[in-house]
């Protein structure tokens, strides 16, 4: 393995052209900004799950309430009976 042996390898290699880099940041950035606005999007989809969850929780209880009443009303029916 020689120095000279490393420089030819070198010579072999493509030089990065200025259209391909600026390219490449351009595609970056857009996948960048793709990256962000879904970021964006899952946290408004969590904040309207959470919200709806709160909503379920609320129902659950008024039901369990109506349904307590419904048997004490059905208790009290058939005591009158």
Avoid: C, H
């Avoid at 000279?4 to 390898?9: K, L, M, Q, Y």
């Avoid at 606005?37 to 609320?58: C, F, G, N, P």
């Amino acid at each position: 393995m020689s120095f000279a042996g490393n420089i030819e390898a070198d010579a072999w290699a493509p030089a990065p052209q200025t259209g391909d880099i600026i390219a490449e940041a351009m595609k970056k950035e857009r996948v960048l900004k793709e990256f962000i606005a879904s970021q964006a999007d899952l946290k408004a989809l969590y904040t309207r799950a959470q919200t709806v969850q709160k909503e379920i929780d609320k129902l659950t209880s008024g039901n369990q309430t109506l349904q307590m009443y419904i048997d004490n009303l059905t208790v009290q029916m058939a005591k009158r009976r």
